[in-house]
């Protein structure tokens, strides 16, 4: 199996997990930053033996260097998106916070271009603008809406996402240390800023923390392979699995769903199938 076919897999695997975590965050009970702090502390804690047991903590060791970009990428990917999409999904729906998520593709592209120097091709632009027109039919309705202020916190987390997984991409460590770092460091500011509101654990903390610690490592496993604005786009159905959970806890699916499932889906299995490339020099 080559490269491209094994990070095409891994972003279809990241898919199905990040799909469920906004319906997780969203059941959460508890103080949305409390409930950041211990996901990330708790994921931490379940990556760190895996680090040691492989040996992968000897890559920072010999390359100390990159330990701060590292920890940047615990603050833009964990601590400031969390933020957002912790309280962004209280004020909103697990669904929105699923399908607004997905505008990551737009950062993943503006961002990838500009400073991984990725080639974005015309065709990758058109499946790009149908994956996204479909993801406007969902969250709308066919209706002109007035965005709650929960859904313009959601906004922020792709481009959060985004600027650190730039960074970590060009990072030269092994998957599972780039998550345990991002992971701790993340935790730790998250956990500072927790303090004063109080600290509450909840169960589904848990839940979350198994679904951060898998769910980066094959994000990272994926883009080390292929384009980022290409995992990208692959993830961007995520949002079937929010849906699909709703559904069975009584959620209506209309026929604005379908369509845009249907635009989603296609312009996803198109995009998965072009080739990841850099610019040209000039």
């Given amino acids: 199996m080559n490269r491209e076919t094994e990070g095409t897999l891994l972003a279809f695997l990241g898919m199905f997990l990040y799909g469920i975590e906004p319906v997780v965050i969203k059941a959460n009970p508890t103080n949305p930053m409390s409930f950041a702090a211990f996901s990330a502390i708790i994921a931490s804690l379940i990556l760190w033996p895996i680090v040691f047991s492989t040996s992968s903590w000897k890559e920072a060791r010999e390359s100390p260097q990159y330990i701060p970009k590292a920890a940047l990428v615990g603050v833009f990917g964990t601590a400031l998106a969390y933020i957002a999409y912790s309280y962004g999904a209280q004020l909103s729906t697990a669904i929105n916070a699923s399908l ?18 990725e080639k974005i091709t015309k065709n990758q632009i058109l499946w790009s603008i149908l994956i996204l027109l479909g993801l406007t039919l969902v ?14 916190l959601l906004l922020l987390v792709p481009l959060f996402w985004q600027s650190g997984h730039v960074i970590a991409k060009r990072l030269p460590y092994n998957p599972f240390l780039i998550a345990a770092f991002r992971n701790t460091f993340g935790g730790i500011l998250l956990l500072l ?20 610690s898998l769910g980066q490592v094959v994000w990272y496993l994926s883009i080390k392979r292929i384009n980022l604005s290409k995992a ?19 959620e ?20 998965s199938r072009i080739k990841s490339e850099l610019k040209e020099s000039s």
Avoid: C, W
């Fill in 139 to 152: 969250i709308t309705q066919g209706k002109v809406i007035v965005p709650r202020k929960g859904d313009l």
């Fill in 193 to 212: 800023l927790a303090l004063p509101r109080g600290l509450k654990f909840s169960k589904f903390a848990i839940a979350e923390a198994l679904i951060l």
């Fill in 252 to 271: 209506t699916f209309t026929s604005y769903h379908m369509v845009g499932f249907i635009l989603i889906t296609v312009g996803t299995l198109m995009v």
């Fill in 100 to 117: 607004i998520t997905r505008a990551e593709v737009l950062f993943s592209f503006m961002l990838s271009y500009i400073i991984l120097r």
């Fill in 232 to 250: 990208t786009a692959i993830i961007t159905p995520a949002p079937a699995v929010a849906i699909g959970v709703a559904i069975v806890l009584g």
